[in-house]
C-alpha cells in the first residue's frame, strides 16, 4: 500500500512539474499579443519648446505663440483638450484629430494682457492620450501697465 501511494505521489509530481518546463512567454500567441499592445499603447508628444518668454509688452495687447510638436510614437495621437490657467489665456488646438506616427501639429496660444500688469506667468495643460496624460505649457510676460 505504501508502495502504490509512492508510485502516485511520484507520478503526479513528473505530471506537474513536465508542465512547468514551457515559459509562461512560450505560451503567448504571437498575434494576440499585438493586438493588446496595440489597444493599450499610447503615443508620445514632442514640443519643439514648452516655454514662451513674450518680453515686454504693453498691457492691452493681444499676443500669441505657437508651440510645435511631433507625434514620435508608432501609435496615432489624440490630444483631447487643452485649457489655459486663465480666461486671459486662450488655446487654439486639434482636438481629437488624429495624428499619425511622424506628423506634426501646432498649438497657438493667445494672451489678452487687458487688466494684467506687471509680471504674468501662465499654462495650459494640453491633455492627450500619453503615458503622462498630457504636457504642461508655460509662457510669461512683463505687461507695462496702461498710463492714465
Given amino acids: 500500500m505504501v ?5 502516485l505521489v511520484l507520478t503526479t509530481l513528473s ?15 504571437p498575434d494576440n499579443k499585438l493586438s493588446v499592445q496595440k489597444e ?32 514620435t510614437s508608432e501609435n496615432d495621437l489624440y490630444i483631447v483638450d487643452a485649457i489655459g490657467s486663465c480666461g486671459c489665456t486662450v488655446p487654439k488646438y ?3 484629430v488624429p495624428i499619425k506616427p511622424g506628423e506634426t501639429g501646432e ?3 493667445n494672451f489678452d494682457t487687458n487688466g494684467r500688469p506687471d509680471l504674468q506667468q501662465k499654462m495650459v495643460k494640453v491633455s492627450a492620450n500619453t503615458p ?3 504636457q504642461l505649457l508655460r509662457i510669461q510676460a512683463f505687461v507695462e501697465p496702461k498710463t492714465n
Fill in 132 to 134: 503622462s496624460g498630457g
Fill in 94 to 96: 486639434p482636438k481629437n
Fill in 40 to 71: 493599450n499603447s499610447y503615443a508620445e508628444i514632442t514640443f519643439d519648446r514648452v516655454f514662451h518668454d513674450f518680453g515686454l509688452i504693453n498691457e492691452g495687447e493681444i499676443v500669441k505663440t505657437i508651440f510645435k510638436f511631433t507625434n
Fill in 107 to 109: 498649438i497657438e496660444v
Fill in 15 to 29: 505530471i506537474l512539474f513536465s508542465g512547468c518546463n514551457e515559459s509562461a512567454s512560450s505560451k503567448i500567441n
Fill in 3 to 7: 508502495n502504490f501511494r509512492n508510485v
